[in-house]
């Protein structure tokens, strides 16, 4: 089935765990897919396996002039019909001894370069009088999980942001939603986990795993699909049933 046939799919971070999973995915059911990623050796390996619909873009997501000229060549091909907003780091440090040119490159690249995504995409939907918006957010961005000071205030960030195009965008046929995971096996994960970490994890997920990139994908697709027509301003978690419950006796 060619569910998203012709559609114009822009992925940030579309060369790391969950972003290449959506452009292989996307590019399976027909649609024209741009991977925008700063890492060029890791676009390259992604663009190995890619079929001849996906076009890989080296930028980085905090970089407006670069970025405005890659959604310049996205608007020669037709312009940004679904745009899935991945990109982001993390790093553990608890906030007392958070470095401060540490989180400002986080806060640069999660909230700051979404928003430089979300706002490029959202005008060429704007002309379009269509579109749909998918920001990539985490649990993270409702609850204090320790170490992920920066990481969590900018999924905050992100939830508002997504909200915020929610309303302004609503009337245009553009919605904006937000998918937000509890750990998923992808390669940042595998950065900042041990496996004591996945251990706890575990303990406090009822399916007591990790998600894979293809569940947040399916959730992601979804919402970029015209199934999702009236949802609008939504923040879908993804989490095996984290955020549903309290204390787990096992
Ligand atoms: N993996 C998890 O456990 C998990 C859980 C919750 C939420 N998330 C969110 O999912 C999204 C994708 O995470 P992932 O696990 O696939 O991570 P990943 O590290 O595998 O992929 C992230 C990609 O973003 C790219 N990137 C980083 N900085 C960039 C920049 N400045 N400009 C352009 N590209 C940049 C990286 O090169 C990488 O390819 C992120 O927003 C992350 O916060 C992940």
Known sequence: MNEFADQIVVVTGGAGGIGACCVADFAAQGARVFALDSNADSLKDM???MPENVSAITVDVTDRAALERAFNTIATSGGTDILVATAAIVKRESILDFDVQDWGRIIDVNLT???HCCQLA???MRT?????????????????NTGRGAYSCTKGGVDMLTKMLAAELG???ITANAVSPTPVDTPMIKKVHGPKDREVWHQQIPAERYARPEEVTEAIKFLASDKAAYINGHILNVDGGFMASGVLFR
Do not use: E, P, Y
């Open 47 to 49: 663009m190995a396996d």
């Open 122 to 124: 959202g005008r060429q």
């Open 171 to 173: 009337n245009q046929g």
């Open 113 to 115: 370069g979404t928003f």
């Open 128 to 144: 379009k009088g269509k579109g749909r918006i998918v920001t990539v957010s985490s649990v993270n961005g409702q609850i204090a």
